[in-house]
C-alpha cells in the first residue's frame, strides 16, 4: 500500500549495497523529481531520468530497485506510476504540471438520516473479519500469479450472489493492458439520474518479498475489500435503489504502480463518463493511532470530498452507538488508487486506518495476517464500512426519494363563481401560464418547473377582473413530503393577504429536507380572505401544477475549489490553500488562517511563516553528531500538534518527544553510532530527515 512514509536514505543504502541489477527488464513510470534524483545518486544503474516537470519525473526504472523502494523501512505504496511507454509517462507529467484547480465538487447534502442511521446499524464486523480471511487464505495474491486471478473470479461470484434478484445490478470483469489480472467492478444503476456516479473501491492484489508464493495481504488490501463488500451487502439487503449510480471496484496490481485503477479511470475520462466523487478504501482494520479514521490531504485530494467526509462523520458518529474520531495524515505521491482517479481530473479522498507514521508494520510482509490485527474481530473495519454507507447513500440518494405521490389522494378545492375574477396567469420558473376562467379549478400538472433544495423561489400570480377591481388574497402549498396532503409543517409556502395588487408576487424558500422528485404545488385566490388549501369557497380559482425537488447547494463551505497545500508550489500574495481541513490564505509575511473548512466563519485566527515546506519544517544541528546533544528546529506551527520521533534503519521508533516549544535541545547520549531519522509525526515523509551519530 500506500503510503509513502519512505525513509529514502535506508532505501538507498540497502540499494546501494547490492549488486547492479542493469541487465534486468525495466518499465517505465513516473516518480516524484526529489525521489528520482537521490535514487539516481545512489544506484545510477537502476533509474534512467527521461523527463522533469517541476516536482515530477518520468523515469525508467529496473524491477529490482522498484522492489527495493516498495518493500523498505516504512514504504506502504509503490512509490511510482506504471506507464506503458516513455513518450505515456513524459505526457503524464507534462499533464500533470498543467493540471489547474481541482473540478468543483456536486452540491452534496445531508438529507437521508432515516436510511443511513439504518443502513449502520446493520454493519457487521464478523462478515469483514471472515472475508479478510478468505482473502488471507489465497497465500498470495501477487499480479503475476493465478491465485490473484482466482481471487478476482471468486470475488466477482460473490458480488454476483449478494445481487441475486436485483435487476439493475451487474457485475463485470474488466481486463488490463498492463497486467494478466483482471479487476471487478459491481454497478448498481440510478433511478433518475444514472449517468451520475458514485464510487468506492479498493486494491484486491497483494505483494511481499516471497510474492510468488506468501502475500497473504489480510490488512492491505483484504481489509478494504471485505469493507466495501460489507458495505454492498447491506446497501443490497436493506433493498437499496439509488438515485445516482453506485459502482464498487476492486483494482488489479496497485503494489506495482496503480495498473489496474490507472485504466479504468482513463477509460471513464475517455468516455467523459460523469463521475461525482471516488472514495478509496485501502487497509482499514489495523488501529495503530489514537483516532479511527485518518483523511489524508495530500495536494491531489479534494479538500471539498474530506470536508464532506468529516460532515458524514460529525452527523453520523460524533456521539452514540456509531462513534467514532477522525484525524488528518499525508500519503504523499501515488500511494494508492485514488492517486489514479484524481490524475484524471475527478474528485477523489482516501479515508486510511491509521496516521502513517502509526499505520501496520507488517504489510507488504508474509506477516501481514488477520491475527496481528490490535483490534479483534474487524471492529475497527466496521467503522470504515460505516462510512462508505454514509457517503453512497448521502451521495446518491435514495430512488424512492423521487417517486411521486398518487395524484388521486389530493383533496379538491374550487371557486364556486369565477364570473368576476379569476387566475390569469402563474409565472414560477420555467412555468408561465396563461389560462381563462373554467369552472373554479384547473388541473396544470403537466406543466412543471425545478425547484432546489435550500433555494429561494420567486412566484407571481395575475388576477383577471371582468369588471370592477376586487380584494383577492392568494395561497401556494407543495407537498415537500409527497404523502398526498398539503397539511404537514412548511407545506404552505406563500401568502399574500386580500389587496388589489397585480400582479401578486413574493418568494419563499424550499426546505432542505424536501423530497426529492416531482410532486405538486396548489395555486389558490379567493375574494377578500386567505384560500384553505381544500374545500370550496364563494368567488375565486385553484390551480394546480407540478414542481421537481433538485438537490440543492450543500451548506457553504469555504474551500470549495480550493486545492489542497503543496509544498512544492511557489505561491503568491493572495492565494489559498487548504491544510488539515483549514483555509490559509497567503500573505507577504506568512500564512494566515481562515478558520476551518467546515465552519461559515472566515475570521483571520492567526498568521504562521510556514504551513509545511520541505526543506525548512525539520532542522536540526550539527549534523553529524559527535557530541551527546541535537538543537532541533520546526519552523511552523506544526511543533504544538506533532511529536517528533526519532527511528532508527530499522525503521523502530527509540523516541517520540512532545516539544515544549518550537526550537530545543534533545540528549542523544545513550544513542549508539548510526543513521538515524527525525520526522513528525502523522506527516509524512517530506517532514523525515536523515540523522547520523559518530
Known sequence: MKTTQVILFAVFLCLWSLPMHSQQ??????????????????SPKDIEILHTEGEFSAVKLSHHAAEKLHHMILTHGPGFIYEPSKDAAIKTIKAMRLRGKQPKMAAYTISEQTLVNQAIGQVNNSNIAAHIQTLENYGTRYHTTQKARQSVLDLKQKWETMATGRSDVSVRI????????????????????????????????????????????????ASGIATITEVARVLLNMNFKPNRTIEFMAYAAE??????????????????????????????????????????????????????????????????????????????????????????????????????????????????????????????????????????????KNEGSVTPPPTTTYCSSKGDNVSDEYIQKVVMGSISNSSGATNGYQDFTSLTT?????????????????????????????????????????????????????????????PSTAKLGKTRMRVSMRYNSLPSACGNFNYGEVE??????????????????????????????????????????????GWTNLGSCTSAKSLATGTFDFLVNDAAVLQFSPNPVKNDEVNIKVFNELWQHKALLLINNQGKELLKIKLSKAQQKISLAKLPPGVYFFTLEHSGKQYTQTLLRE
Open 174 to 221: 474488466v481486463n488490463h493492458n498492463s497486467t494478466n489480472m483482471p479487476s471487478v467492478v459491481m454497478t448498481i444503476q440510478g433511478k433518475n439520474n444514472p449517468n451520475e456516479y458514485v464510487i468506492i473501491g479498493g486494491h484486491i492484489d497483494s505483494v511481499s518479498p516471497q510474492r510468488e508464493t506468501n502475500a497473504p495481504g489480510a490488512d492491505d488490501n
Open 544 to 589: 394546480d401544477y407540478s414542481v421537481t425537488v433538485k438537490e440543492g447547494s450543500a451548506p457553504v463551505n469555504k474551500c470549495d475549489g480550493v486545492a489542497a497545500y503543496n509544498a512544492g508550489t511557489n505561491y503568491q500574495v493572495g492565494d489559498k490553500v487548504v491544510y488539515n481541513n483549514t483555509l490559509y490564505q497567503r500573505s507577504a509575511t
Open 255 to 396: 503494489e506495482v504502480g496503480l495498473r489496474g485503477s490507472k485504466e479504468i479511470a482513463q477509460d471513464y475520462k475517455n468516455r467523459n463518463v460523469n463521475v461525482l466523487s471516488y472514495v478509496q478504501f485501502d487497509m482499514t482494520n489495523y488501529k495503530g493511532s489514537s483516532s479511527d479514521v485518518y483523511i489524508t490531504d495530500d495536494s491531489y485530494n479534494s479538500s471539498s470530498l474530506n470536508a464532506f467526509l468529516v460532515q458524514l462523520m460529525e452527523q453520523y458518529n460524533k456521539t452514540g452507538a456509531h462513534q467514532f474520531s477522525y484525524a488528518y495524515t499525508r500519503c504523499n505521491y501515488g500511494c494508492s488508487d485514488h492517486y489514479s482517479w484524481a490524475q484524471q481530473g475527478f474528485n477523489a479522498a482516501f479515508p486510511f486506518e491509521a496516521s502513517f507514521n502509526d499505520s501496520n508494520p507488517h504489510i507488504h510482509t508474509v506477516n501481514d495476517t488477520f491475527d496481528r490485527s490490535p483490534t479483534a474481530n474487524a471492529t475497527h473495519a466496521a467503522k470504515f464500512a460505516k462510512l462508505g454507507l454514509e457517503y453512497l447513500i448521502e451521495v446518491a
Open 450 to 510: 425545478d425547484i432546489a433544495q435550500g433555494a429561494t423561489q420567486n412566484i407571481s400570480i395575475t388576477p383577471k377582473w371582468t369588471g370592477s377591481q376586487y380584494r383577492e388574497a392568494y395561497s401556494v402549498w407543495i407537498d415537500f413530503n409527497q404523502d398526498g396532503d398539503f397539511s404537514d409543517s412548511g407545506e404552505q409556502v406563500w401568502t399574500k393577504a386580500a389587496s388589489t395588487s397585480s400582479p401578486a408576487t413574493g418568494s419563499f424558500t424550499v
Open 25 to 42: 527488464s525495466q518499465f517505465y513510470g513516473t516518480i516524484t523529481t526529489k525521489d528520482a534524483q537521490v535514487l539516481r545518486k545512489l
